[in-house]
């Protein structure tokens, strides 16, 4: 069965502690990884797409990157405004459908 | 104007009530989905559609009904809502699947 973990549930950092965000996955084959950002009251913001293993990818301050069983979010550097839930969430070469983790709640404190 | 838009924000009915969550779109995408979302489970795939003429249940569709009206547009139905259909529901919308989702801002469906 196709599943998605995410570590931790919630982080807390204080401003400029860098830290890293788990996506454990289990799917039949990889067609596409996923990161997601969600503010309070919004919906889910598409960060990235990683396809295959050893792929890196960054915007600003964010820096995903991908292995055969699971994905990290690199944060830099943090500041308050990165406080967010990430998703992560796979999709199957066998389906269409995304797959999602729980989550994690990260708040970046000044 | 947003991308997507979901109408009402916010809902609260009651138990048995038919109720209707309406979810347009201003990207000119082919693709929508329905999803809910709940405390400690994620986004979980109620329907899908790839065209105004080709819908698919996702993983939760007991209880739920859609329409694609358009490409623009496409509802979710609750036809006899039920208190463990309180949830966050989310409208969102796609080009092409490895592009990401363009998600809508949601509504919080109460059902008491």
């Known amino acids: 069965e196709d599943q998605v973990t995410q570590s931790p549930e919630a982080l807390r950092l204080q401003e400029g502690e860098s830290s890293s965000l788990n996506c454990s996955y289990t799917v039949s084959g990889l067609r596409g990884l996923f990161w997601y950002r969600q503010d309070p009251g919004k919906g889910p913001e598409f960060l990235f797409t990683?396809?295959?293993a050893g792929e890196e990818k960054e915007k600003e301050r964010l820096k995903a990157t991908l292995t055969k069983k699971e994905s990290f979010l690199h944060i830099t550097a943090p500041k308050p405004e990165d406080s967010a839930t990430y998703l992560c969430a796979v999709q199957a070469d066998s389906s269409y459908k995304l797959i999602f983790g729980s989550g994690t709640r990260l708040l970046v404190r000044p | 104007d947003a991308d997507v838009t979901q109408t009402p924000r916010n809902r609260i009915t009651k138990t048995g009530k038919r109720i209707m969550l309406e979810c347009s779109q201003t990207k000119g995408h082919d693709r929508m989905y329905w999803y809910r979302q709940d405390p400690g489970l994620g986004l979980r795939l109620i329907y899908y559609?790839?065209?105004?003429?080709?819908?698919n249940k996702g993983e939760i569709s007991d209880g739920y009904s859609v329409s694609r009206q358009a490409q623009a547009k496409f509802s979710l139905s609750l036809e006899s809502a039920i208190p463990n259909q309180t949830a966050l529901y989310f409208c969102a919308t796609s080009d092409w699947d490895l592009n990401g989702y363009t998600f809508g801002s949601g509504t919080r469906l109460t059902v008491v």
């Open positions: 990683l396809y295959s």
């Open positions: 559609s790839f065209d105004v003429k080709d819908i």
